[in-house]
């Protein structure tokens, strides 16, 4: 069940994201009076699932999910009709149309693209508005869990004063910013300092163990003693350790910082149970493991009732709506270009994270949300928006590119070039495609 739930939001936010880029192209050229052959959701390679012709256009559904198209008469596309291409222009014709109506047919898709995702921003923040811990609210410091990030320098209990120099206000931004950063600056018992990362550190993270850069620290909720565990009589569901061998703890990482120098000895503990402190004993194992299964992250009300954060919660008018989700994709449109710097840089080795279908599919949540499906949609809707930007002949941005060119020096490129550009910029694409897809298959393979 949870696979087919992961699969329905993919397919709906993918199916969604093709049909409305797509109809960016459409729109437009129909207004031009520029005549559309096809109208496809997915390639239809050798047949349709399904297709139906209307007021000349021939509407379907293809078998391969892949993307989608809309086919334009008069245009070097990927369909690449060069017999229509041979015969003489035709005024319902792309290739007819003056410059600047050929330049808005192509830039329609990608506008589109970075409309619906400003619209879904302000409609979750209309919707939903904001739930988040405060940075500053964090004032034991984070959890480092990841030895990639340890190694360059961060610890336990640091307070993220800001990243590249700028302050970071809510927690939950800081991962997305920590990724990409150059340098942290730090509180570290009282003392200020800056952390440098390594340029390769994007690098580092891929290649370590799937964990986020940072992470809250939480207290120590037992989930459940693990099956013939040494401690099976002494905790319960529930209980959180508050003090451990004498000492009172506050977070899970307090206690594990202490476990791994009492192997074999029975350690005193107090555990709250039911609002009430139990004393219990506790063995850790000649392996330095209690053998009990804790809550690894807690959710935010959860924290909040624990008192270990306040939670901040904030709604929106539907004129404060427009605002906070422009800003919000604003940063996102930010971010997910400092992550494309990152990738075109082969120091950081960013490249090799990137993913295919498979790295999408795997973004989607096992339980049906709402809230995450339209956040996701909106994320891939800018990714599918600036990707389509890239100046590569078989993409939108390619077009634009050579457009551009024509309108500023007065010379079309001619139909030969276009042509023969069009092919480098389809095996260039299909090459991405492999590679971002073969990424995926060989960290299936290495279990990363």
Do not use: C
Not at 42 to 51: E, T
Not at 114 to 136: E, H, P, T, V
Request: hydrophobic content about 45%; aromatic content about 12%.
């Amino acid at each position: 069940m949870e696979l087919l739930i992961k699969l329905s939001q993919f397919l709906l936010s993918l199916s969604l994201l093709i049909v409305l880029h797509e109809l960016g192209h459409f729109i437009p050229a129909k207004l031009f009076k520029t005549r559309v052959e096809k109208f496809y959701l997915f390639f239809d390679v050798k047949f349709a699932l399904l297709k139906k012709t209307f007021r000349g256009t021939e509407y379907g559904i293809g078998w391969l999910p892949l993307g989608g198209y809309v086919k334009i008469s008069g245009m070097i596309d990927e369909s690449m009709d060069t017999e229509a291409m041979a015969l003489p222009p035709q005024p319902w014709e792309f290739r007819s149309k003056p410059a600047w109506q050929r330049l808005i047919i192509m830039l329609g898709g990608v506008t589109v693209n970075f409309i619906l995702a400003f619209i879904i921003y302000i409609g979750m923040a209309w919707m939903y508005g904001d739930l988040y811990i405060n940075n500053n609210d964090v004032k034991d410091g984070v959890w480092i869990t990841n030895p990639v990030v340890e190694k360059i320098g961060l610890k336990t209990g640091d307070k993220i004063l800001s990243v590249d120099g700028e302050a970071v206000s809510k927690f939950h931004d800081l991962n997305a910013k920590l990724f990409l950063a150059k340098n942290v600056e730090i509180e570290r018992n009282g003392v200020k300092q800056t952390v440098n990362f390594p340029v390769n550190f994007i690098d580092k993270m891929f290649q370590g163990e799937k964990a986020p850069v940072v992470e809250l620290r939480i207290p120590f909720v037992v989930v459940s003693p693990e099956e013939n565990s040494v401690n099976s009589n002494a905790v319960k569901a529930k209980d959180i350790v508050v003090s451990f061998n004498g000492k009172p703890v506050k977070y899970a990482d307090e206690v594990l910082a202490q476990v791994k120098n009492l192997k074999g000895q029975t350690v005193p503990a107090i555990v709250k149970r039911d609002g009430k402190e139990v004393p219990v004993n506790l063995k850790v194992t000649d392996s330095a493991k209690m053998h009990i299964v804790y809550a690894g992250r807690i959710g935010a009300n959860n924290l909040e009732q624990l008192g270990t954060y306040p939670i901040q919660r904030q709604t929106y008018g539907l004129g404060e709506s427009f605002g906070v989700g422009i800003e919000k994709g604003i940063d996102q449109l930010s971010s997910y270009g400092g992550q494309l710097k990152a990738i075109f840089n082969p120091n950081t080795g960013a490249y090799k994270g990137v993913g295919g279908f498979k790295a999408i599919f795997d973004i989607f949540p096992e339980q049906w949300s709402w809230q995450t499906f339209w956040s996701i949609t909106a994320l891939l809707s800018i990714m599918l928006g600036v990707m389509n930007l890239l100046p590569i002949p078989a993409l939108d941005g390619g077009h634009v590119m050579f457009l551009l060119y024509e309108i500023i020096s007065g010379k079309k490129p001619s139909d030969k070039f276009l042509e023969k550009a069009q092919v480098v910029g389809f095996v260039l694409l299909i090459t991405l495609v492999l590679f971002a897809n073969g990424n995926d298959i060989y960290r299936a393979i290495i279990g990363k």
